[in-house]
């Protein structure tokens, strides 16, 4: 796996971000999920009758996305991981999790991933349902979201890194 000097993934915008997520997470998608392998996912969406912009519009994917796309397979090659570009960002369920760990008075270290999920296991989501910081429902997925974040990014990952408010 090639690793960016730079943070490769603050250059995709978030629709794109999430097409390489959905590509990496499909489990009937071929292996290793490149640039060039979106690329042509997105082609083979698009009716072969109808011209270029013709088919971009048909399917809502706008001019924007594929020029994106296109450029960051001429800047890092056809080749690159698609996972490299995708942006790893908690839920704002999961960011408010998270928030709530990092500002606990009697932490003395900063938490990491799997502190995170500890305090997941342990029921914390229902105590800020509780206290109106969580809805009911957003609690449902918040242990998958963890342990996927740890599975991509390892356990002693800082947890602060991957706050995101909408």
Do not use: C, W
């Not at 979106?38 to 519009?57: C, T």
């Not at 809502?60 to 796309?69: A, C, N, T, W």
């Not at 991981?81 to 942006?87: G, P, R, S, T, V």
């Not at 109106?132 to 990952?157: K, N, Q, T």
Request: aromatic share 4%; hydrophobic share 45%.
């Amino acid at each position: 796996m090639i690793r960016y000097p730079i943070d490769v993934a603050t250059r995709v915008s978030a629709n794109l971000s999430a097409l390489f997520e959905s590509q990496v997470n499909d489990p009937d998608a071929e292996q290793p999920v490149t640039l060039a392998s979106v690329r042509a996912f997105i082609a083979g969406l698009l009716p072969a009758s109808l011209s270029e912009a013709e088919r971009l519009h048909h399917v809502d994917i706008d001019d924007s996305l594929l020029d994106e796309l296109d450029a960051l397979i001429e800047e890092f090659g056809g080749d690159s991981l698609a996972i490299e570009f995708a942006q790893s960002n908690a839920s704002e369920p999961l960011s408010r999790v998270i928030d709530a760990v990092v500002n606990d008075e009697n932490r003395e270290n900063p938490p990491t991933l799997e502190t995170i999920k500890e305090a997941i296991a342990s029921g914390l989501p229902a105590r800020l349902v509780g206290d109106g910081v969580l809805e009911d429902d957003e609690d449902d997925g918040l242990l998958a979201e963890i342990e996927a974040l740890i599975r991509r990014h390892g356990a002693d990952s800082l947890a602060e890194e991957f706050i995101r408010y909408e």
